[in-house]
T-cell receptor, first 112, second 115 residues
Framework: GEDVEQSLFLSVREGDSSVINCTYTDSSSTYLYWYKQEPGAGLQLLTYIFSNMDMKQDQRLTVLLNKKDKHLSLRIADTQTGDSAIYFCAEIPSGGYNKLIFGAGTRLAVHP | SAVISQKPSRDICQRGTSLTIQCQVDSQVTMMFWYRQQPGQSLTLIATANQGSEATYESGFVIDKFPISRPNLTFSTLTVSNMSPEDSSIYLC????????????FGSGTRLTVV
């Protein structure tokens, strides 16, 4: 079945790196996404990775994909208080044309 | 990427009534998607809306409860019918970003509270 799992909570000190992890079940997923949701707001697409890649870097964000283990991670370098939000991992499973399957979300708390 | 305007942004409704949520996109899109985010939970796809045809509903969602209109390529509505407190959620519309981003853009959501 389709399932995306994430740890629910992460607390980091300002300036440190944050690593948010995600596991998924469909090995045929084509694209995997990271979304950010700030309190009271909608979802903001942060980045995505195609399944034939194992790493993607975009400024402070680094996405790592381990297809063998079906593991996706998002690393935020130099984490700032403005990064405090809920981060959702999502996949489009094979045969699930345009249907995003979301994880439960990881709440990132950044403290001074 | 596409810009989505969704309204209302929030509403408090009496049980038994219906609420229609509007989603306007600044560009033409083939498919629009409606999601529900129950309190403290993740997002679940309700249905996919194509212009000129009936919406396709996911398991657990039915047209009588969540009728959807898609009159043109830039607009869609979702109605939450005969509401109960269990319908209290955030409802979000989404479109595929066809600019090469390969992501999906979301509206800011409608926060619905049913009392």
């Amino acid at each position: 079945g389709e399932d995306v799992e994430q740890s629910l909570f992460l607390s980091v000190r300002e300036g440190d790196s944050s690593v948010i992890n995600c596991t998924y079940t469909d090995s045929s997923s084509t694209y995997l996404y990271w979304y950010k949701q700030e309190p009271g707001a909608g979802l903001q697409l942060l980045t995505y990775i195609f399944s034939n890649m194992d790493m993607k870097q975009d400024q402070r964000l680094t996405v790592l994909l381990n297809k063998k283990d079906k593991h996706l991670s998002l690393r935020i370098a130099d984490t700032q208080t403005g990064d405090s939000a809920i981060y959702f991992c999502a996949e489009i499973p094979s045969g699930g044309y345009n249907k995003l399957i979301f994880g439960a979300g990881t709440r990132l708390a950044v403290h001074p | 990427s596409a810009v989505i305007s969704q309204k209302p942004s929030r509403d408090i409704c009496q049980r038994g009534t219906s609420l229609t949520i509007q989603c306007q996109v600044d560009s033409q899109v083939t498919m629009m998607f409606w999601y529900r985010q129950q309190p403290g939970q993740s997002l679940t796809l309700i249905a996919t809306a194509n212009q000129g045809s009936e919406a396709t509903y996911e398991s657990g969602f039915v047209i009588d409860k969540f009728p959807i209109s898609r009159p043109n390529l830039t607009f869609s509505t979702l109605t939450v019918s005969n509401m109960s407190p269990e319908d209290s959620s955030i409802y979000l519309c989404s479109v595929e970003d066809l600019t090469g981003n390969r992501g999906y853009t979301f509206g800011s959501g409608t926060r619905l509270t049913v009392v």
